[in-house]
């Protein structure tokens, strides 16, 4: 046990992100003392950038379907999760259940498309293929050039900075502790049991559980054992129109990118996937192609107003999938990172899991997402 140690918390989640942020709302709810150290702001790492997608079925992949179980499992989680958020927290999640399509514009595409369609039909998701003639009925802001659609009815989106919000809130009210500025400098461990955290600035808090969700970051605090996760980044635009809503109902998909209404107005553009290590820049080419792609599909994309641009880490795992509950090695550890691309579409269901893990005897816990499946692979 630390020296000079501050008693804390049962439990401290490092990291404020979506994650966390479900997480300590869960275990509070489930009689926990819970306390979130986050270095930032609430919500300042990926999850403020993030579209907000809740898109199980036009993220499939044919080789990730332990992955595509579990985005599903979210995303049946979500309406009752927004509704319960929305009454914990008084705020509102930002949910709108407006289904997508997935565009082509060339006969490349419109093939790649066929492919993708096919793909789903075989895992019995619901997605209609659609002339181009169908589609410009539902959405008629879509070019006349657009070859093939697919419509997915069941992909959503919430807005992440009112769930981040609404997350704290909802912590908060349950008797959780948020602390922000607070940076975790390592995780400190006697005869293979955790036993404190180290924090910038030289407090020390005595802690036996430790939930690292500290998103493209869990893997860089001092103490906790290596597992192989890396940032990969995404550049994204805010955009808004001026004449209110309208222009899409829908998310628009196509081939590098995505258009999301959030139903008011605003728009978010995204984005690149690049593997650039921490950097956040956002780059003329980037916002070019995006805006080049997305404005081929949609000409009024050109005419909205650019409210904001910026660039976040995903944190990526060599499976895509996440890493969940009790780290194995390190007795108090559990992980709860590595969302990639589907940190807000998984919250409601990553939240369950890890602090059924926190409190023992729940379900059990997956094996496709434990960390043990990495074991021996290199950080
Ligand atoms: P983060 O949100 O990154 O939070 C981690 C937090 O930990 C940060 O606030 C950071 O400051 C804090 N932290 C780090 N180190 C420390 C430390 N040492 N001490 C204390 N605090 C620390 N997902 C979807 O489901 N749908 C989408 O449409 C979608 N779109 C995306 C678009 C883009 C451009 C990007 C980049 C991501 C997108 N994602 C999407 C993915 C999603 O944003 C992430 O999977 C999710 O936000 C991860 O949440 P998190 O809480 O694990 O990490
Ligand atoms: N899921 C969308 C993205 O990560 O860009």
């Known amino acids: 046990m630390a020296q000079n140690a501050t008693a804390t918390s049962d439990v401290a989640v490092i990291g404020g992100g979506v994650i966390g942020l479900a997480i300590a709302w869960r275990a509070a709810q489930r009689g926990l003392s819970v306390c979130v150290l986050e270095r930032g702001e609430l919500g300042a790492g990926a999850s403020r950038v993030a579209a907000g997608m809740l898109a199980p079925v036009t993220e499939a992949d044919a080789g990730e379907l332990a992955l595509l179980k579990l985005g599903l499992r979210s995303a049946r989680a979500w309406p009752a999760f927004a509704a319960e958020l929305a009454q914990a927290a008084g705020a509102d999640p930002g949910l709108r259940s407006s289904g997508a399509l997935v565009v082509a514009r060339d006969r490349d595409e419109a093939e790649a498309l066929e492919r993708e369609l096919a793909l789903r039909v075989e895992l019995g998701l619901d997605v209609e293929r659609l002339l181009p003639s169908a589609a410009r009925r539902l959405e008629p802001a879509l070019a006349p050039t657009v070859r093939l659609a697919l419509d997915v009815p069941g992909d959503h989106s919430a807005d992440p900075r009112a769930v981040v919000l609404a997350l704290a809130q909802a912590a908060r ?179 369950d899991i890890v602090v059924d893990g926190l409190v023992g005897g729940g379900a059990e816990l997956p094996a496709a997402f434990a960390a043990a499946r990495f074991d021996g692979v290199h950080a």
């Open 173 to 351: 009210h349950a008797g959780a502790t948020l602390r922000t500025g607070t940076k975790v400098e390592r995780v400190e461990r006697a005869r293979g049991q955790v036993t404190a955290i180290g924090l910038a600035g030289g407090e020390t808090l005595r802690v036996d559980r430790v939930v690292a969700a500290a998103g493209a970051w869990s893997a860089a605090i001092d103490g906790l054992p290596p597992i192989p996760l890396r940032p990969v980044k995404g550049q994204i635009l805010r955009l808004r129109d001026p004449a209110g809503p309208g222009l899409l109902e829908r998310i628009v998909r196509f081939e590098g990118g995505y258009l999301v209404p959030r139903g008011d107005g605003r728009y978010v553009l995204g984005a690149t996937m690049e593997e650039r290590g921490f950097d956040t820049t956002v780059t003329a080419g980037g916002l070019y192609e995006l805006l080049r792609d997305a404005g081929e599909l949609v000409p009024g994309v050109h005419e909205l107003v650019v409210e904001e641009i910026s660039a976040g880490l995903r944190p990526a795992t060599p499976d895509n999938a996440p890493l969940l509950g009790p780290a194995g090695e390190l007795e108090g550890l559990h992980w709860a990172t590595g969302h990639h691309r589907n940190g807000i579409l998984l919250a409601p269901v990553s939240a």
